[in-house]
Nanobody
């Protein structure tokens, strides 16, 4: 079973920046996309950003122009650079691998709190 290890969450003031990292415990060769999801208090877990195996990216409208998803294949790590953070960005951020076959892999989540 592959574990996804997230890091980089924390407390930041509005307007600040954070960078999240996601490193699988083993290389995943067969997948369609990797992404970041966010779950606020009492809310559903929603897609924030995703990057396909081919490198195509897509973002939730609420984060376009502020967040950047990237992947370093040499380091087997995915990142989410978050700039101009807003209080509404607060939530638990989960790393996801959308596998070609079989259930998705999920990380344990990392808390991001943006104070006003």
């Amino acid at each position: 079973q592959v574990q996804l290890v997230e890091s980089g969450g924390g407390l930041v003031q509005a307007g600040g920046s954070l960078r999240l990292s996601c490193a699988p415990s083993a290389r995943v060769f067969s997948y369609d996309a990797m992404g970041w999801y966010r779950q606020g208090n009492g809310k559903a877990r929603d897609l924030v950003a995703a990057i396909t195996r081919g490198g195509r990216t897509n973002y939730a409208d609420s984060v376009k122009g502020r967040f950047t998803i990237s992947r370093d294949d040499a380091k087997n790590t995915m990142y989410l650079q978050m700039n101009s953070l807003k209080p509404e960005d607060t939530g638990v951020y989960y790393c996801n691998i959308d596998r070609s076959i079989g259930p998705d892999y999920w990380g344990q989540g990392t808390q991001v709190t943006v104070s006003s």
